[in-house]
């Protein structure tokens, strides 16, 4: 049981996650690798502010969306004025940045040790501390993000994005401002992200540059793709099985432990292609007339 609440915990931090990522991706058009560094900053600031600051856990989580927001300007702000094609690569720097700050930066995240003894989540006195209370806790954070998002999908902002995704030109010629709007696009993602990075935190209790690397933003990518680009549906959908696919592997009889992450990325890589070939709007995404 204890296993299955843990799959659990983890397949709502990832839908968080995924769907903070349909905002760029999936709503805009923006491909931009580097969701897990924004996921790290998140983290990182939660963890150092309730470990060596004596704050609590929503105070702390107030506190890595906005730093999490004043990075994301870092990359968005001047990214975003170029060609897409320089935007990813804009975007993949960025990521390889903030990991290597995480590794390198001894005095603040200690390397690749780890911060551990984070301590757990709690609300007036009460400690989210058994997998029951931080499910329902990160059920609610689920729940209130999926919300949020699907509420910008159906405003007039969302419906500016959308614009921009399908016919940026013709958006510009009814006099939005599309830079503006990317950005602040941008910076929601990026402080939704750290909403889940505030999760993990406080749920492992320790936190590594390894779990923010770009194998982390390639899932993120993948996960979408499968579900469904700019379908929330579809990104709650891919995540629950990319999330739990992996785990199944754990089952299988003579199979080495060694080899799991290998056999994890090859299935992730094998997915990409076969929906990049065979089913680009993902299992739950709309073909294009």
Same mark, same amino acid.
């Given at each position: 049981?204890?296993?299955?609440?843990?799959?659990?915990?983890?397949?709502?931090?990832?839908?968080?996650?995924?769907?903070?990522?349909?905002?760029?991706?999936?709503?805009?058009?923006?491909?931009?690798? @580097?969701?897990?560094?924004?996921?790290?900053?998140?983290?990182?600031?939660?963890?150092?502010?309730?470990?060596?600051?004596?704050?609590?856990?929503?105070?702390?989580?107030? @506190?890595?969306? $906005?730093?999490?927001? !004043? !990075?994301?300007?870092?990359?968005?702000?001047?990214?975003?004025?170029?060609?897409?094609?320089?935007?990813?690569?804009?975007?993949?720097?960025?990521?390889?940045?903030?990991?290597?700050?995480?590794?390198?930066?001894?005095? %603040?995240?200690?390397?690749?040790?780890?911060?551990? +003894?984070?301590?757990?989540?709690?609300?007036?006195?009460?400690?989210?501390?058994?997998?029951?209370?931080?499910?329902?806790? @990160?059920?609610?954070?689920? =729940?209130?993000?999926?919300?949020?998002?699907?509420?910008?999908?159906? =405003? =007039?902002?969302?419906?500016?994005?959308?614009?921009?995704?399908?016919?940026?030109?013709?958006?510009? =010629?009814? +006099?939005?401002?599309?830079?503006?709007?990317?950005? &602040?696009?941008?910076?929601?993602?990026?402080?939704?992200?750290?909403?889940?990075?505030?999760?993990?935190?406080?749920?492992?209790?320790?936190?590594?540059?390894?779990?923010?690397?770009?194998?982390?933003?390639?899932? &993120?990518?993948?996960?979408?793709?499968?579900?469904?680009? $700019?379908?929330?549906?579809?990104? &709650?959908?891919?995540?629950?099985? %990319?999330?739990?696919?992996?785990?199944? %592997?754990?089952?299988?009889?003579?199979?080495?432990?060694?080899?799991?992450?290998?056999?994890?990325?090859?299935?992730?890589?094998?997915? %990409?292609?076969?929906?990049?070939?065979?089913?680009?709007? $993902?299992?739950? $995404?709309?073909?294009?007339?």
């Amino acid at each position: 049981m204890d296993y299955l609440l843990h799959i659990l915990i983890i397949v709502l931090i990832n839908i968080i996650l995924v769907v903070s990522f349909n905002i760029l991706l999936g709503f805009t058009g923006i491909f931009a690798l @580097c969701h897990a560094a924004f996921y790290g900053v998140g983290a990182y600031t939660v963890a150092l502010l309730m470990k060596s600051g004596g704050f609590s856990f929503f105070p702390a989580m107030i @506190c890595a969306v $906005g730093i999490t927001v !004043c !990075c994301s300007l870092l990359i968005a702000i001047p990214g975003l004025r170029v060609h897409w094609d320089y935007m990813v690569i804009f975007a993949f720097s960025f990521q390889m940045i903030v990991y290597h700050v995480m590794m390198n930066w001894m005095e %603040l995240t200690r390397g690749p040790q780890g911060i551990p +003894g984070i301590p757990p989540a709690s609300v007036f006195g009460f400690e989210f501390e058994s997998k029951p209370s931080f499910l329902f806790l @990160c059920l609610v954070l689920c =729940s209130a993000v999926v919300y949020f998002v699907r509420r910008i999908e159906t =405003s =007039s902002f969302g419906l500016v994005l959308k614009g921009i995704k399908d016919d940026e030109v013709a958006v510009k =010629s009814i +006099g939005k401002n599309v830079t503006l709007h990317k950005i &602040v696009a941008f910076a929601v993602a990026a402080g939704l992200a750290a909403v889940a990075g505030s999760l993990i935190a406080v749920y492992i209790s320790y936190i590594s540059p390894g779990y923010f690397d770009l194998h982390m933003s390639v899932f &993120v990518v993948i996960a979408l793709i499968f579900g469904g680009v $700019g379908r929330i549906p579809g990104a &709650v959908l891919g995540t629950l099985v %990319l999330t739990a696919l992996p785990e199944l %592997l754990r089952f299988i009889p003579y199979l080495p432990s060694t080899i799991l992450g290998g056999t994890r990325d090859l299935i992730y890589a094998t997915i %990409l292609v076969f929906f990049m070939l065979y089913r680009p709007q $993902g299992l739950m $995404g709309k073909a294009r007339q």
